[in-house]
């Protein structure tokens, strides 16, 4: 008779996850070197441009202007639907989740917290960057334009550089920044340009952004993701502190787990080996009752009060029912005669 249990799909999946090589030997932190310095130099270079050809109203505001009046949206409005839905892959909180999801997958196989940590600091060195920035421009996009021909800036708005775009170029790059071997990071850096270069295009599609705002987008999020190198120190140390509080906290509750209950002993029954007088019982009651502590005094009801022994019973002997004299048991022949008066 087979007893084996049937191994379902998810029982497969699982198996071939433990299949899989836990924490490699090496892994490859990457580093700021001499190359990832000049192209770092380049990208501040080309951000600052954007920025000072958007500030003096160059040729480059202008063909903003022509792309808002030409007006793509209108242009091919059957990939209208199509846009609305790819434009998400740049939006903050759904790209942040599947990101996080499965780098928190490899952060529990290769038991290491650097990936999550890595996505968190870039995601806060995005917020940091690109929040002053936009708040400090206060540039208005096409639907809020003002003046034609104008470059919109320092009235209010909150769209240079674009979000969209700065997002997609780290939450899709950090997964080309954290891959294990060479040939990796070249696929996901080539999947993440696309991608990111799909969602800012997208934007301008939709009339939401300028062409400038885009421009500078890209050059942020690169920026963040060359930066990252920088950082590593400071995630290696975040994580020695997290594993370290974590094992100390471990350590706590084994430490609570295994403190030792003293058991209750039982009463010995201690006997003697000379019988016991009359006068020691006495004595060993007294003592009992002198440790004991006197009684606290009983209040009675007032009134006269008799002695147990004086009361009347609780239970009357006998039948509770009068005598009767002529009464007589049921199916009994009476011997008594009525006497009659004379």
Known sequence: MCTERKLTRLDRVFARLDREPERPAHIDVPRMTPHRVVLFAATLAFYGAIVWAVVVTSWLVRLDWQVMFFRPYQQWAEIHAFVDYYVVLGQRGPTAVMVAAWLGWRSWRQHTLRPLLALGVSLLLLNVTVGAAKLGMGRLGPHYATTIGSNEMWLGGDIFPSGHTANAVVTWGILAYLASTPRARRWLSAVSAVTSLGVGMSTVYLGTHWLSDVLLGWAAGLLILLALPWFEPLIARA??????????????????????????????????????????????REAGLAARGPRAPVHLAPGPHTARAERAPGTPTGSRRPPHTERTTRGAASTARPVTGA
């Not at 350590?251 to 003293?262: D, N």
């Open 239 to 284: 994580e020695t502190w997290l594993l370290d509080l974590r094992d100390r906290l471990r350590e706590r509750q084994a430490a609570g787990a295994s403190v030792p209950v003293t058991p209750v002993e039982a009463p010995v029954l201690v006997t003697s080996r000379h019988p016991v007088t009359e006068d020691e019982t006495a004595a060993a």
